[in-house]
């Protein structure tokens, strides 16, 4: 039985490739210097994983493996193929956009960003038009494989399979799906290039195949690899974040030489997988939960993976169940945690041990490895029964929430007036998501704070002064509804995390959301409750020092979940009412305060829908709910927002409208209004702020730009119901392109206001 991993955390043990990204992007260092950073990385993570059988190779990217596949396959948007620079600047002038200047007398437009299938990490939308050709560059690949080969290892080379590449990208004036035949010669003779290296085996990835899939992308999987399962290389067909369903018998059907499947996720799967297995196919089995930090209970999946190796033999392989790009990369370095959470938890490293632990039971014996089988049994154990996870209190007052709890007291066009009367807003108004520039004075001050360095006093006086700041320029390019910028909180989900009961938090947990951007997900260990008021001084401090109404800023329950590391002992809905209960304490809390609008992110919402749709009325229902329990119990008066951003809203705009927010500002720009597009088929019938530009990206929009956009919005939604806004917070940007920004945002409102009354 075989060992192997389908990719490993690139950014490295203490965040290197992001430290050393934005060196490169501030022009502080070389493009050698920022290579040779991601060699050594490379080295690092191979050396680690050298008990496999199999390493993955081609898993590291220095912004995004879709866009290198777009890249290898020469997919290079006309836009970026011509610019200056090197090919690896004009890569990142496709992930991140180009102002003008820099030697470019145009600005550029970053790509399209959205979510990897349910992930929270963000992927470059590989785009198609009728002159969409490929051209094959494998190079940079072919010379990884070189390096992993010196180094020891022997290299599983793993590429974005041809049929997802193509369901995943967008495509304009053409079926997307027709370019299969353009692109299926491609990777053939990449195939017959890794044969030329010595390759045995190679992954190619196609996690479409647990989605929903009509005949016709169905078919193009069937042709793909009856063309690819031909060539000289061994193809394991990788799949996962969910169970193959009814496209079990077209993944037997191909002539590949392995499949593998997430058996984490898809368990109920594997009894039949096994019984129809094809005697030429081995079988991957993805046992090691890639997405989640708990232990795994190796006893008693040593008990299911016993039968499993009797009667398949050598034709059974072991994995984590995708790729561990989406947990930390190692525990040992996590001295703060206590021992007890310590031995529930398993980042990617001892990820890798638990696999060599099931591999040498099943190969040699459980005798081998007693000792560290018992000493995980009795880990296990003790989590099930620690009193820390289990609170009688809030599992009593869950009991007693009801319907009631969700619902406003008027509907939106009643509260809209009392709105209109209190609020006394103009046409068009203005605001932000919530964040401000997070800059270098903000970080010093709070990591002076917990290393005990200042005073709880010295800490506030600070924190005020970066607010009084952001309310100043707020009020001197005229918003109308102004935030506090967040310069209290190191992030949206972790802040509220380290104030609620049932959390922990890792000082190295960190994993990647896209190119240098890296989260510390909380971990969700224990029932939720929150302790004392989280925002409230904060919010008050900055509303004392305007007239102009300012947002109370809330991370919404589902978000909080979904951006967590969750505790799997309990459903998710549970966790997440409870959530929902924890955050609504502090809804009444800024309403009691006097705060006039409240505004709850949701930027998760979309994310944690289920990849099949038959799934998805269930989560929509108990997600929609404890966004409604969070939110719901304030007085008609009080003006409730939500955000969401970077994925695909479309098709669950009906479970948004249940949310009854009376105002949604929404990521638009970056898909070029895409978002729009529902309003076609559904009256939305609240306010919303569709985002006029992309603050992932250094690029400043024009009045013209913003204008513009909002000219389009107009069109689906009437101007009353309009606002203004970024489409994010701005905490990643820096204050010159910020005020600029938001200068020409303000300016534009003043020009549409004008065009409406003249």
Same mark, same amino acid.
């Given at each position: 039985?075989?060992?192997?991993?389908?990719?490993?955390?690139?950014?490295?043990?203490?965040?290197?490739?992001?430290?050393?990204?934005e060196?490169?992007?501030?022009?502080?260092?070389?493009?050698?210097?920022?290579?040779?950073?991601?060699?050594?990385? *490379?080295?690092?993570?191979?050396?680690?994983?050298?008990?496999?059988?199999?390493?993955p190779?081609?898993?590291?990217?220095?912004?995004?493996?879709?866009?290198?596949?777009?890249?290898?396959?020469?997919?290079?948007?006309a836009?970026?193929r011509?610019?200056?620079?090197?090919?690896?600047?004009?890569?990142? *002038?496709?992930?991140?956009?180009?102002?003008?200047g820099?030697?470019?007398?145009?600005?550029?437009?970053?790509?399209?960003?959205?979510k990897?299938?349910?992930?929270?990490?963000?992927?470059?939308?590989?785009?198609?038009?009728p002159?969409s050709?490929?051209?094959?560059?494998?190079?940079?690949?072919?010379?990884?494989?070189? +390096?992993?080969?010196?180094?020891?290892?022997?290299?599983?080379p793993? $590429?974005l399979?041809?049929?997802?590449?193509?369901?995943?990208g967008k495509?304009?004036?053409?079926?997307?799906?027709t370019?299969?035949?353009?692109?299926?010669?491609?990777? @053939?003779r990449l195939?017959?290039?890794?044969?030329? *290296?010595?390759?045995?085996?190679?992954?190619?990835d196609?996690?479409?195949?647990?989605?929903?899939?009509?005949?016709?992308?169905k078919?193009?999987?069937?042709?793909?690899?009856q063309?690819?399962g031909?060539e000289?290389?061994?193809?394991?067909?990788?799949?996962?974040?969910?169970?193959?369903?009814?496209n079990?018998?077209?993944?037997?059907?191909l002539?590949v030489?392995?499949?593998?499947?997430?058996a984490?996720?898809?368990?109920?799967q594997v009894?039949?997988?096994? !019984?129809?297995?094809?005697?030429?196919?081995? %079988?991957?089995l993805?046992?090691?939960?890639?997405?989640?930090?708990?232990?795994?209970?190796?006893?008693?999946?040593?008990?299911?993976?016993?039968?499993?190796?009797?009667q398949?033999?050598?034709r059974?392989?072991?994995a984590?169940?995708?790729?561990?790009?989406?947990?930390?990369?190692?525990?040992?370095?996590?001295?703060?945690l206590?021992?007890?959470?310590?031995?529930?938890?398993?980042?990617?490293?001892?990820?890798?041990?638990?696999?060599?632990?099931? @591999?040498?039971?099943?190969?040699q014996?459980?005798t081998?490895?007693?000792?560290?089988?018992?000493e995980?049994?009795?880990a296990?154990?003790n989590?099930k029964?620690?009193a820390?996870?289990?609170?009688p209190?809030?599992?009593?007052? %869950?009991?007693?929430?009801?319907?009631?709890?969700?619902q406003?007291?008027?509907?939106?066009?009643e509260?809209?007036?009392i709105?209109?009367?209190?609020?006394?807003?103009p046409?068009?108004?203005t605001?932000? $998501?919530?964040?401000?520039?997070?800059?270098? +004075?903000?970080?010093?001050?709070?990591l002076?704070?917990?290393?005990?360095?200042?005073?709880?006093?010295?800490?506030?006086?600070g924190?005020?002064d970066?607010?009084?700041?952001? $309310?100043?320029?707020?009020?001197?390019?005229?918003?109308?509804?102004?935030?506090?910028?967040?310069?209290?909180?190191?992030d949206?989900?972790?802040?509220?995390?380290?104030?609620?009961?049932?959390?922990?938090f890792?000082?190295?947990?960190?994993?990647?959301?896209?190119?240098?951007?890296?989260?510390?997900?909380?971990?969700?260990f224990g029932?939720?409750?929150?302790?004392?008021?989280?925002t409230?001084a904060?919010?008050?401090?900055?509303?004392?020092?305007?007239?102009k109404p300012?947002?109370?800023?809330?991370?919404?329950?589902?978000?909080?979940?979904?951006? !967590?590391?969750?505790?799997?002992?309990?459903?998710?809905?549970?966790?997440?009412?409870?959530?929902?209960?924890?955050?609504?304490? +502090?809804?009444?809390?800024?309403?009691?305060?006097?705060?006039?609008? $409240?505004?709850?992110?949701?930027?998760?919402? *979309?994310?944690?829908?289920p990849?099949?749709k038959?799934?998805?009325?269930?989560?929509?229902?108990?997600?929609?709910g404890a966004?409604?329990?969070?939110?719901?119990?304030?007085?008609?008066?009080?003006?409730?927002?939500t955000?969401?951003c970077?994925?695909?809203?479309?098709?669950?705009?009906?479970?948004?409208?249940?949310?009854?927010?009376?105002?949604?500002?929404?990521?638009?720009?970056r898909?070029?209004?895409?978002?729009?597009?529902?309003f076609?088929?559904?009256?939305? /019938?609240n306010e919303?702020?569709?985002?006029?530009?992309?603050?992932?990206?250094?690029n400043?929009?024009?009045?013209e730009?913003?204008?513009?956009?909002?000219?389009? @919005?107009?069109k689906?939604?009437?101007?009353?119901?309009?606002?203004?806004? /970024?489409?994010?917070?701005l =905490?990643?940007?820096?204050?010159?392109?910020?005020k600029?920004?938001? =200068?020409?945002?303000?300016?534009?409102a003043?020009?549409?206001?004008?065009?409406?009354?003249?």
């Amino acid at each position: 039985m075989k060992t192997h991993n389908l990719g490993f955390p690139r950014i490295g043990d203490n965040r290197e490739l992001k430290h050393a990204l934005e060196s490169y992007w501030r022009g502080e260092t070389s493009q050698n210097q920022l290579l040779e950073t991601g060699a050594r990385l *490379r080295k690092n993570n191979w050396a680690g994983q050298k008990a496999l059988d199999y390493v993955p190779v081609g898993d590291f990217s220095f912004y995004d493996h879709v866009l290198d596949t777009s890249w290898m396959l020469g997919n290079i948007p006309a836009r970026a193929r011509e610019t200056c620079g090197s090919p690896l600047d004009r890569y990142f *002038r496709t992930a991140r956009g180009q102002s003008a200047g820099d030697g470019e007398a145009n600005q550029i437009c970053a790509g399209e960003m959205t979510k990897w299938f349910d992930t929270n990490y963000h992927y470059i939308v590989p785009e198609f038009d009728p002159s969409s050709g490929f051209c094959l560059d494998a190079q940079p690949l072919l010379d990884q494989i070189q +390096e992993a080969q010196k180094s020891g290892v022997t290299p599983k080379p793993v $590429i974005l399979g041809p049929v997802t590449y193509l369901f995943l990208g967008k495509a304009e004036n053409i079926d997307k799906k027709t370019l299969l035949k353009k692109l299926l010669p491609e990777y @053939a003779r990449l195939l017959n290039l890794l044969a030329d *290296r010595d390759v045995e085996w190679v992954q190619m990835d196609e996690p479409l195949m647990v989605t929903d899939l009509d005949n016709d992308w169905k078919l193009l999987v069937e042709q793909a690899y009856q063309t690819l399962g031909n060539e000289a290389v061994k193809i394991m067909l990788a799949t996962y974040f969910g169970s193959l369903g009814d496209n079990l018998d077209l993944a037997l059907s191909l002539p590949v030489q392995a499949l593998h499947v997430d058996a984490v996720r898809g368990k109920d799967q594997v009894p039949d997988l096994v !019984s129809r297995l094809p005697e030429h196919m081995a %079988l991957s089995l993805g046992v090691i939960d890639g997405r989640n930090i708990w232990k795994t209970d190796l006893n008693a999946l040593l008990d299911q993976l016993a039968p499993i190796h009797d009667q398949l033999g050598d034709r059974l392989w072991l994995a984590p169940s995708c790729a561990l790009l989406h947990v930390p990369v190692d525990l040992e370095k996590e001295t703060g945690l206590d021992t007890e959470l310590l031995s529930w938890m398993a980042f990617a490293r001892q990820k890798l041990v638990e696999l060599d632990l099931l @591999a040498t039971a099943l190969n040699q014996g459980r005798t081998l490895v007693a000792a560290a089988l018992e000493e995980n049994a009795k880990a296990l154990e003790n989590r099930k029964n620690s009193a820390r996870i289990h609170n009688p209190e809030v599992q009593a007052r %869950l009991a007693r929430v009801d319907d009631s709890w969700g619902q406003r007291n008027q509907p939106y066009p009643e509260r809209a007036k009392i709105h209109k009367e209190r609020l006394n807003l103009p046409l068009y108004p203005t605001t932000t $998501i919530g964040s401000f520039p997070q800059t270098k +004075e903000i970080r010093a001050l709070r990591l002076k704070f917990k290393k005990g360095e200042i005073s709880q006093d010295a800490y506030t006086a600070g924190i005020r002064d970066q607010i009084r700041t952001t $309310i100043e320029f707020q009020e001197e390019i005229g918003l109308d509804v102004l935030v506090h910028g967040e310069a209290e909180r190191n992030d949206m989900v972790e802040y509220f995390g380290e104030q609620l009961d049932g959390f922990a938090f890792s000082r190295y947990g960190w994993v990647q959301s896209y190119g240098s951007r890296c989260v510390k997900p909380p971990i969700l260990f224990g029932d939720v409750s929150r302790p004392r008021p989280m925002t409230v001084a904060w919010i008050g401090y900055a509303q004392s020092l305007s007239e102009k109404p300012v947002k109370g800023m809330l991370t919404g329950p589902v978000t909080i979940l979904n951006w !967590s590391f969750v505790r799997d002992d309990q459903s998710r809905a549970d966790t997440c009412r409870q959530i929902a209960l924890a955050i609504r304490d +502090e809804v009444l809390d800024l309403e009691k305060a006097g705060v006039s609008i $409240i505004q709850l992110d949701e930027a998760a919402l *979309r994310e944690g829908l289920p990849l099949r749709k038959h799934q998805w009325k269930a989560y929509l229902n108990w997600a929609v709910g404890a966004f409604r329990i969070a939110a719901n119990g304030v007085k008609d008066a009080t003006q409730l927002h939500t955000h969401m951003c970077y994925s695909e809203f479309n098709d669950i705009i009906d479970a948004i409208t249940r949310m009854d927010a009376d105002v949604i500002t929404i990521e638009a720009s970056r898909s070029n209004m895409e978002i729009l597009n529902a309003f076609d088929k559904t009256a939305y /019938p609240n306010e919303i702020g569709p985002g006029v530009y992309d603050i992932h990206s250094p690029n400043v929009p024009s009045v013209e730009f913003i204008v513009a956009n909002m000219q389009e @919005a107009a069109k689906r939604i009437p101007k009353e119901r309009l606002w203004i806004n /970024p489409d994010c917070g701005l =905490k990643t940007r820096a204050w010159p392109e910020t005020k600029a920004s938001l =200068k020409n945002l303000a300016a534009a409102a003043k020009e549409l206001r004008a065009a409406a009354t003249a």
